[in-house]
C-alpha cells in the first residue's frame, strides 16, 4: 500500500545532542510537512516543501532545520535539542497545495534526556 | 488569526450509543475541513474531509457536517463499540497550506 513512513517510530537523545528524523512515501506527492505535537495539544506546522521549495512557518524555532533530497524523502534536524522540544513529530504529504488532503505517518516520538 | 475549538476535551458513553462531537472555528475563510482520529502514540488517520462548498459527508458509521457561516463542524457517529475509542481531531485548511487543528476529544466507549 501506499503510505507515509516515518523511522524511528521512537527516538531517545541527549540535550543538545542533534537529532534527524525521516519520513518516507510512496504516493508521489509533491508536497511534504512536519508538524509538532506536543502533548495533549493540537499538532502544528514547523515547515513544508512544495517540490524542492522550502517555506519556514514564522514563528519556527531556528533550532529546527529540514532537508528534502529527491520526492520521496524529508528529513527533520534538530541542532541543539533542549526538553521543550520532547514531542510527538508527525510527517504530512499532499499532492498539490491549497485545497488537498493530507496524509500522515505513524509519527516519531522523541524524548529528550 | 484561526483558532479551532472542540468540545468536550473528553468523552465517556456505552457501547452502542450515538454521540457528537463538537468543532468550532473563528474564520469561516476555509477550504476545507477534516476530521482526523489518532490513537494513543499514533499518527492520524484521516476519517472525512468536507469541502467548504459541502454541507455534510459521511462514510459507514460516521457523519461530518459542515455550518461554514457560524464556523461548526460535528462528528456524528453511529452505535459506537470499543474500537471507537481515541482522539478525533478536526482541522481546517485556510489559503495556504497549514491544517489549523483543534486539542482534540478524547472518546472512550464501554463495553
Known amino acids: 500500500d501506499a503510505m507515509v513512513i516515518q523511522n524511528p517510530r521512537y527516538q531517545v537523545t541527549q540535550f543538545g545532542k542533534p537529532v534527524t528524523l525521516s519520513c518516507s512515501q510512496t504516493?508521489?506527492?509533491?508536497?511534504m510537512y512536519w508538524y509538532q505535537q506536543k502533548s495533549s495539544q493540537a499538532p502544528k506546522l514547523l515547515f513544508h516543501?512544495?517540490?524542492?521549495?522550502?517555506?519556514n512557518e514564522a514563528d519556527t524555532p531556528d533550532n529546527f532545520q529540514s532537508r528534502r533530497p529527491n520526492t520521496s524523502f524529508c528529513f527533520l534536524d534538530i541542532r541543539s535539542p533542549g526538553l521543550g522540544d520532547a514531542a510527538m513529530y508527525l510527517c504530512a504529504t499532499s499532492n498539490g497545495r491549497g485545497n488537498q488532503p493530507q496524509h500522515f505517518g505513524d509519527g516519531t516520538r522523541l524524548s529528550i534526556l | 488569526k484561526q483558532e479551532v475549538t472542540q468540545i468536550p476535551a473528553a468523552l465517556s458513553v456505552p457501547e452502542g450509543e450515538n454521540l457528537v462531537l463538537n468543532c468550532s472555528f473563528t474564520?469561516?475563510?476555509?477550504?476545507?475541513l477534516q476530521w482526523f482520529r489518532q490513537d494513543p502514540g499514533k499518527g492520524l488517520t484521516s476519517l472525512l474531509l468536507?469541502?467548504?462548498?459541502?454541507r455534510e459527508q459521511t462514510s459507514g458509521r460516521l457523519n461530518a457536517s459542515l455550518d461554514k457561516s457560524s464556523g461548526r463542524s460535528t462528528l456524528y457517529i453511529a452505535a459506537s463499540q470499543p474500537g471507537d475509542s481515541a482522539t478525533y481531531l478536526c482541522a481546517v485548511q485556510e489559503a495556504g497550506t497549514a491544517l489549523i487543528f483543534g486539542k482534540g476529544t478524547t472518546l472512550s466507549v464501554s463495553s
Open positions: 516543501y512544495y517540490d524542492k521549495d522550502f517555506n
Open positions: 468536507i469541502q467548504s462548498s459541502q
Open positions: 504516493l508521489n506527492h509533491n508536497v
Open positions: 474564520d469561516s475563510a476555509i477550504y476545507n
